[in-house]
């Protein structure tokens, strides 16, 4: 065992692509902070589900949210990168979870809220309530100390904080109580074409969101065609500038180039100029994170096998977990024959 501190984060396989966003605002930092921490990443198709998925293209969409985390730097063999279905204790934990969450605690989620009010409230499932007592299960399987989200999941933690206390005192010490990491807001990325509202993957329209895996020629279309504004000058100013502060976000983080710095650089140059600096700054990132992600997933049963050796250790720390709540709660043990 290291004496590392144990990091667990995921995202959902909702897309065919990860766009920038969970680019600059996880797997970038996620694939510096795999150094000093001992990292689980999960692929939580169990989260994907539930809103509604195809279950034609899920499959897909798994290996293909996989395939852009080690082509953007996870190493699966340095870190943990699986699948949360392929290990059952999340959701055996989580049921355990759901029986010392109360009804009260878990409608107070801003993000089932929103989501509900988003499909018509009638149409929520059970599933999306208890979506995070299930993110509450994938992060206290594995001790972890800490959890780097964006700052929507900040709730989210603090109910896995409080389950976390709560399961101890009830039930004796069994919990880690993990941390949040709050990645920052430079990593907060807009859409392109209405920069007032956050780029995302289920955005409205294609022509704002900036894919991984789209087509180099493509990205570079999108980001010279992003809105700006009637004035020329290049300097950040999320109210009166969206589109304008927007792009130096983008390139300030592809870069590693301060906002303040680019703003002098770009002092008295047009918008064209910044543009075309942030696609070349985007293209030359995602070029060859999109080719090694087709190579991986042109040879599928690798992708597979990989996923199968991660998932096995995964589950090598998370069953012997499972058992102890198990035993904590009072259930009786099977008896093996
Ligand atoms: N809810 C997280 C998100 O939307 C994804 C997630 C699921 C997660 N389980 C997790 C993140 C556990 C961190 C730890 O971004």
Known sequence: MSSKPILFSGMAPSADSLQIGNYIGALLQWKEMQQANDAIFCVVDLHAITVPQDPAGLPDHTRRTAAQYIAAGIDPTMSILFVQSHVSAHTELAWILNTITGFGEASRM?????????QGTEAASLGLFAYPTLMAADILLYDTNVVPVGDDQKQHIELTRDLANRFNSRFGETFVIPEAIIMKETARIYDLQNPESKMSKTS?????????MDEPSKTAKKIRSAVTDDDREIRFDRGAKPGVSNLLTILSAFTGTSVELLE???????????????????????EPIRSRALELLDDPSELDRILAVNAERAEAIAQPMLAKVYDRVGLLPRVRR
Do not use: H
Not at 110 to 118: E, G, I, N, V, Y
Not at 270 to 286: H, I, N, P, Q, R
């Open 110 to 118: 801003t993000q089932f809220k929103d989501k509900a009010a988003k």
């Open 204 to 212: 409205a329209s294609d022509s704002g969101v900036v894919w991984m």
């Open 264 to 286: 002098q650089r770009f002092a008295g140059r047009g918008y064209g100029d910044l543009k075309g600096e942030v696609a070349d700054a985007v293209v030359s990132t995602f």
